[in-house]
Protein backbone atom coordinates (compact mmCIF):
# COMPACT_ATOMS: atom_id res chain seq x y z
CA UNK A 1 0.00 0.00 0.00
CA UNK A 2 1.23 3.34 -1.08
CA UNK A 3 2.71 5.18 2.20
CA UNK A 4 1.19 9.17 1.90
CA UNK A 5 2.17 12.06 3.48
CA UNK A 6 0.52 15.29 3.96
CA UNK A 7 0.25 18.06 6.52
CA UNK A 8 -2.42 19.32 8.84
CA UNK A 9 -2.64 22.98 9.88
CA UNK A 10 -5.78 23.75 12.12
CA UNK A 11 -6.75 27.80 12.21
CA UNK A 12 -9.14 29.11 14.79
CA UNK A 13 -10.84 32.00 13.06
CA UNK A 14 -12.50 34.43 16.24
CA UNK A 15 -16.17 35.98 14.74
CA UNK A 16 -16.59 38.40 16.53
CA UNK A 17 -15.74 42.01 17.07
CA UNK A 18 -13.33 43.22 19.73
CA UNK A 19 -13.82 46.74 20.46
CA UNK A 20 -11.35 48.63 22.34
CA UNK A 21 -12.09 52.15 24.40
CA UNK A 22 -10.13 54.89 25.78
CA UNK A 23 -6.93 53.87 23.94
CA UNK A 24 -4.36 56.95 22.90
CA UNK A 25 -2.21 55.17 20.23
CA UNK A 26 -2.43 52.03 18.22
CA UNK A 27 -0.51 49.92 16.16
CA UNK A 28 -1.60 48.45 12.70
CA UNK A 29 -0.96 44.78 12.21
CA UNK A 30 -2.80 44.91 9.58
CA UNK A 31 -0.97 42.40 7.07
CA UNK A 32 1.06 44.05 4.19
CA UNK A 33 -0.98 42.17 1.42
CA UNK A 34 -3.78 43.29 2.99
CA UNK A 35 -3.10 46.55 2.89
CA UNK A 36 -2.14 46.82 -0.71
CA UNK A 37 -4.82 44.88 -1.96
CA UNK A 38 -6.46 46.10 -5.10
CA UNK A 39 -9.97 47.44 -4.76
CA UNK A 40 -12.40 45.10 -5.88
CA UNK A 41 -15.84 45.46 -7.44
CA UNK A 42 -17.63 42.78 -8.93
CA UNK A 43 -20.33 44.16 -10.17
CA UNK A 44 -18.87 47.23 -11.87
CA UNK A 45 -16.02 44.79 -13.54
CA UNK A 46 -16.77 44.07 -16.90
CA UNK A 47 -18.31 40.47 -17.97
CA UNK A 48 -16.28 39.15 -21.34
CA UNK A 49 -16.67 35.65 -22.97
CA UNK A 50 -15.38 33.41 -24.75
CA UNK A 51 -16.65 30.30 -26.92
CA UNK A 52 -15.24 27.28 -25.31
CA UNK A 53 -16.35 23.47 -26.15
CA UNK A 54 -19.88 24.86 -28.03
CA UNK A 55 -20.55 27.45 -25.73
CA UNK A 56 -20.41 30.70 -24.58
CA UNK A 57 -18.59 31.42 -21.14
CA UNK A 58 -19.11 35.12 -19.40
CA UNK A 59 -15.41 35.53 -17.07
CA UNK A 60 -14.01 38.48 -14.98
CA UNK A 61 -10.28 39.08 -14.92
CA UNK A 62 -8.63 40.83 -11.75
CA UNK A 63 -5.37 41.89 -10.99
CA UNK A 64 -2.28 40.79 -12.56
CA UNK A 65 0.40 38.00 -11.82
CA UNK A 66 0.25 34.37 -12.56
CA UNK A 67 -3.33 33.18 -13.65
CA UNK A 68 -5.65 32.07 -10.96
CA UNK A 69 -8.79 30.54 -12.09
CA UNK A 70 -11.76 29.98 -10.04
CA UNK A 71 -14.21 27.68 -10.29
CA UNK A 72 -17.52 28.15 -8.41
CA UNK A 73 -19.96 25.47 -6.53
CA UNK A 74 -23.19 23.93 -6.99
CA UNK A 75 -25.95 26.79 -8.08
CA UNK A 76 -23.36 29.94 -7.47
CA UNK A 77 -22.42 32.28 -10.20
CA UNK A 78 -19.43 34.51 -10.19
CA UNK A 79 -21.04 37.25 -9.38
CA UNK A 80 -21.30 35.18 -5.70
CA UNK A 81 -17.37 35.22 -4.56
CA UNK A 82 -16.29 37.38 -1.33
CA UNK A 83 -14.95 40.56 -2.78
CA UNK A 84 -12.44 40.92 -0.27
CA UNK A 85 -11.28 37.54 -1.15
CA UNK A 86 -10.51 38.03 -4.28
CA UNK A 87 -8.79 41.44 -3.48
CA UNK A 88 -6.58 39.55 -1.72
CA UNK A 89 -6.11 36.96 -4.43
CA UNK A 90 -5.55 40.00 -7.23
CA UNK A 91 -2.86 41.64 -4.73
CA UNK A 92 -0.47 38.81 -6.33
CA UNK A 93 -2.11 36.77 -9.03
CA UNK A 94 -4.54 37.20 -12.19
CA UNK A 95 -7.88 35.92 -11.28
CA UNK A 96 -10.19 34.67 -13.32
CA UNK A 97 -13.75 34.02 -12.08
CA UNK A 98 -16.41 32.45 -14.48
CA UNK A 99 -20.20 30.74 -14.63
CA UNK A 100 -20.52 27.41 -16.00
CA UNK A 101 -22.62 26.86 -18.87
CA UNK A 102 -25.48 27.12 -18.25
CA UNK A 103 -25.45 29.57 -15.22
CA UNK A 104 -25.23 33.16 -14.82
CA UNK A 105 -24.16 34.75 -17.90
CA UNK A 106 -22.72 31.87 -19.84
CA UNK A 107 -24.82 30.15 -21.86
CA UNK A 108 -25.51 26.18 -22.26
CA UNK A 109 -26.44 23.37 -25.08
CA UNK A 110 -28.00 20.19 -25.28
CA UNK A 111 -24.77 18.30 -24.34
CA UNK A 112 -25.63 15.89 -21.15
CA UNK A 113 -24.49 17.53 -18.09
CA UNK A 114 -21.72 15.69 -16.35
CA UNK A 115 -18.63 17.11 -13.72
CA UNK A 116 -16.34 15.73 -16.80
CA UNK A 117 -17.82 17.92 -19.03
CA UNK A 118 -17.70 21.17 -17.04
CA UNK A 119 -13.86 20.23 -16.44
CA UNK A 120 -13.65 19.77 -20.16
CA UNK A 121 -14.77 23.67 -20.35
CA UNK A 122 -12.79 24.83 -17.88
CA UNK A 123 -9.42 22.73 -19.73
CA UNK A 124 -10.36 24.47 -23.10
CA UNK A 125 -11.06 27.92 -21.07
CA UNK A 126 -7.62 28.45 -20.20
CA UNK A 127 -6.21 28.04 -23.71
CA UNK A 128 -8.55 30.24 -24.93
CA UNK A 129 -7.49 32.64 -22.51
CA UNK A 130 -3.94 32.59 -23.39
CA UNK A 131 -2.53 29.71 -21.30
CA UNK A 132 -1.07 26.55 -21.29
CA UNK A 133 -1.77 26.32 -17.40
CA UNK A 134 -3.26 27.89 -14.36
CA UNK A 135 -3.57 27.99 -10.83
CA UNK A 136 -6.85 26.33 -9.88
CA UNK A 137 -9.16 27.26 -7.01
CA UNK A 138 -11.72 24.80 -6.71
CA UNK A 139 -14.63 25.44 -4.05
CA UNK A 140 -17.73 22.42 -2.99
CA UNK A 141 -18.90 21.73 -6.72
CA UNK A 142 -16.38 23.49 -8.17
CA UNK A 143 -13.64 20.96 -6.15
CA UNK A 144 -15.17 17.99 -7.65
CA UNK A 145 -14.71 19.79 -11.09
CA UNK A 146 -11.14 20.89 -10.08
CA UNK A 147 -10.32 17.47 -9.23
CA UNK A 148 -11.60 15.80 -12.31
CA UNK A 149 -9.89 19.06 -14.04
CA UNK A 150 -6.68 17.40 -12.60
CA UNK A 151 -7.10 14.02 -13.12
CA UNK A 152 -8.50 14.02 -16.95
CA UNK A 153 -5.61 17.59 -18.05
CA UNK A 154 -3.07 17.42 -15.80
CA UNK A 155 -1.11 19.47 -17.87
CA UNK A 156 -3.62 22.14 -17.36
CA UNK A 157 -2.94 22.60 -13.84
CA UNK A 158 0.04 24.26 -11.89
CA UNK A 159 -0.90 24.36 -8.10
CA UNK A 160 -4.83 23.33 -6.92
CA UNK A 161 -6.48 24.46 -3.69
CA UNK A 162 -9.62 22.37 -3.27
CA UNK A 163 -12.21 23.95 -0.93
CA UNK A 164 -15.27 22.10 1.31
CA UNK A 165 -14.55 19.01 -0.75
CA UNK A 166 -16.09 15.74 -1.61
CA UNK A 167 -14.94 13.10 -4.11
CA UNK A 168 -18.14 11.64 -4.16
CA UNK A 169 -21.74 13.45 -3.22
CA UNK A 170 -22.52 9.32 -2.05
CA UNK A 171 -21.00 8.94 1.32
CA UNK A 172 -22.28 8.06 4.35
CA UNK A 173 -21.04 12.33 5.49
CA UNK A 174 -23.09 14.03 2.75
CA UNK A 175 -26.25 12.59 3.07
CA UNK A 176 -27.63 16.56 3.92
CA UNK A 177 -25.88 17.30 0.65
CA UNK A 178 -27.04 14.82 -1.43
CA UNK A 179 -30.72 15.29 -0.63
CA UNK A 180 -30.22 19.11 -1.33
CA UNK A 181 -28.74 18.09 -4.95
CA UNK A 182 -31.72 15.43 -5.30
CA UNK A 183 -34.28 17.89 -4.88
CA UNK A 184 -32.82 20.40 -6.72
CA UNK A 185 -32.49 18.13 -10.19
CA UNK A 186 -36.38 17.99 -10.03
CA UNK A 187 -37.56 21.67 -8.77
CA UNK A 188 -39.40 23.19 -11.23
CA UNK A 189 -38.56 26.25 -9.29
CA UNK A 190 -34.84 26.95 -9.76
CA UNK A 191 -32.86 27.74 -13.04
CA UNK A 192 -32.55 24.99 -15.22
CA UNK A 193 -28.65 25.50 -15.25
CA UNK A 194 -29.14 24.50 -11.72
CA UNK A 195 -31.04 21.36 -12.32
CA UNK A 196 -28.22 20.76 -15.00
CA UNK A 197 -25.71 20.92 -12.39
CA UNK A 198 -27.51 18.58 -9.89
CA UNK A 199 -27.95 16.08 -12.46
CA UNK A 200 -24.56 16.24 -13.29
CA UNK A 201 -23.13 15.85 -9.91
CA UNK A 202 -25.79 12.45 -9.35
CA UNK A 203 -24.04 11.17 -12.21
CA UNK A 204 -20.73 11.66 -11.45
CA UNK A 205 -18.85 8.64 -10.24
CA UNK A 206 -16.64 10.36 -7.79
CA UNK A 207 -12.52 10.91 -8.13
CA UNK A 208 -11.61 8.86 -5.12
CA UNK A 209 -9.64 6.00 -7.28
CA UNK A 210 -7.70 8.89 -9.28
CA UNK A 211 -6.60 10.98 -6.33
CA UNK A 212 -3.66 9.23 -5.51
CA UNK A 213 -2.18 9.52 -9.30
CA UNK A 214 -2.49 13.51 -8.88
CA UNK A 215 1.20 14.73 -9.42
CA UNK A 216 0.83 18.59 -8.43
CA UNK A 217 1.28 20.37 -5.17
CA UNK A 218 -2.33 20.32 -3.63
CA UNK A 219 -4.08 21.87 -0.84
CA UNK A 220 -7.04 21.41 0.41
CA UNK A 221 -9.27 24.05 2.81
CA UNK A 222 -11.95 22.91 5.14
CA UNK A 223 -13.94 23.99 8.05
CA UNK A 224 -14.91 21.91 10.78
CA UNK A 225 -18.08 23.44 11.07
CA UNK A 226 -18.87 22.29 7.81
CA UNK A 227 -22.47 20.48 7.61
CA UNK A 228 -22.45 19.77 3.58
CA UNK A 229 -18.81 18.44 2.79
CA UNK A 230 -17.32 17.93 6.52
CA UNK A 231 -14.05 17.81 6.84
CA UNK A 232 -13.26 14.55 7.49
CA UNK A 233 -13.64 14.21 3.86
CA UNK A 234 -10.76 16.28 3.17
CA UNK A 235 -8.98 14.67 6.00
CA UNK A 236 -9.63 11.14 3.89
CA UNK A 237 -8.65 12.70 0.57
CA UNK A 238 -5.34 14.42 1.90
CA UNK A 239 -4.26 10.70 3.06
CA UNK A 240 -4.66 9.86 -0.56
CA UNK A 241 -2.50 12.82 -2.23
CA UNK A 242 0.70 12.57 -1.24
CA UNK A 243 2.34 15.57 0.12
CA UNK A 244 -0.89 17.84 0.03
CA UNK A 245 -1.43 20.16 2.54
CA UNK A 246 -4.92 20.27 4.87
CA UNK A 247 -5.86 23.31 6.43
CA UNK A 248 -8.77 23.24 9.32
CA UNK A 249 -10.55 26.53 9.79
CA UNK A 250 -11.84 25.66 13.17
CA UNK A 251 -15.73 26.76 13.66
CA UNK A 252 -16.08 27.83 9.70
CA UNK A 253 -19.04 26.56 7.98
CA UNK A 254 -19.45 25.30 4.19
CA UNK A 255 -17.55 27.71 1.74
CA UNK A 256 -15.60 29.59 4.13
CA UNK A 257 -14.14 32.24 1.60
CA UNK A 258 -17.20 33.99 2.46
CA UNK A 259 -17.10 33.75 6.54
CA UNK A 260 -13.30 34.70 6.87
CA UNK A 261 -12.00 36.18 3.47
CA UNK A 262 -8.79 37.04 5.15
CA UNK A 263 -7.59 33.78 6.17
CA UNK A 264 -8.46 32.17 3.54
CA UNK A 265 -7.10 34.69 1.33
CA UNK A 266 -4.00 34.40 3.29
CA UNK A 267 -3.75 30.72 2.99
CA UNK A 268 -3.43 30.64 -0.29
CA UNK A 269 -1.55 33.33 -1.31
CA UNK A 270 1.11 31.50 1.23
CA UNK A 271 0.37 28.55 -0.39
CA UNK A 272 1.02 29.85 -3.88
CA UNK A 273 3.65 31.68 -3.01
CA UNK A 274 6.07 28.47 -2.00
CA UNK A 275 9.03 27.48 -4.25
CA UNK A 276 9.23 23.83 -3.52
CA UNK A 277 5.95 21.13 -2.68
CA UNK A 278 5.16 20.72 0.50
CA UNK A 279 6.54 17.69 0.64
Not at 47 to 74: H, K, T
Not at 99 to 123: E, F, K, L
Not at 165 to 185: D, F, G, H, K, Q
Amino acid sequence: MKKTQFFIITIVIMLSLIASAGCVGSTDTTPATIQTMPDVSINSTPVQYMDVNGVRLAYREFGSGEPLLMVIGFGGTMDGWNETFISILASKYHVYTYDHRGMGYSSDNNATPSISRYAQDAALLIPALGYDSMHIYGVSMGSSISQQLVIDNPKRVQKLILSSNSYSIRLNETETLLNLVESSAVDPTVTEGIRREAQADLAWNGSYDGLGGIQKDVMLIGGTDDALTPDSISVRMAGQIDGSWLVRFKGIPHAGSAYAPVEYGESVLNFLGMDESPA
